[in-house]
Nanobody, 120 residues
């Protein structure tokens, strides 16, 4: 059973940085994609970033491109989301999720989320 656990959220001032972690367990992630999503109060879930576990290929949502970076540490089965130049509109609960790399549609596995709050 795949499990994902996020950590690293917190309160930061605008312009600051945070690094979120997504610890994975329950099997190899070879052939999987790991995504980061966020949900702000009263808003729809938003795609933030994705990394393919094997090749390390990455994609970013338009609102975070150039400020956020997603990487993975294969040896420790952990993915990270480095968030720089944070803005108040980045305030949300951030989730990591996983699915087979070539599967379309929804992600299969989700973490519990970690709160990020950016003060102005």
């Amino acid at each position: 059973q795949v499990q994902l656990v996020e950590s690293g959220g917190g309160l930061v001032q605008a312009g600051g940085s945070l690094r979120l972690s997504c610890a994975t367990s329950g099997g190899t992630f070879s052939g999987y994609a790991l995504g980061w999503f966020r949900r702000a109060p009263g808003k729809e879930r938003e795609f933030v970033a994705r990394i393919n576990w094997d090749a390390g290929s990455t994609w970013y949502g338009i609102s975070v491109k150039g400020r956020f970076t997603v990487v993975r540490d294969k040896a420790n089965s952990t993915a990270f989301l480095q968030m720089n130049s944070l803005k108040p509109e980045d305030t949300a609960v951030y989730y990591c999720a996983a699915k087979p790399e070539f599967k379309g549609g929804e992600y299969d596995y989700w973490g519990q989320g970690t709160q990020v709050t950016v003060s102005s």
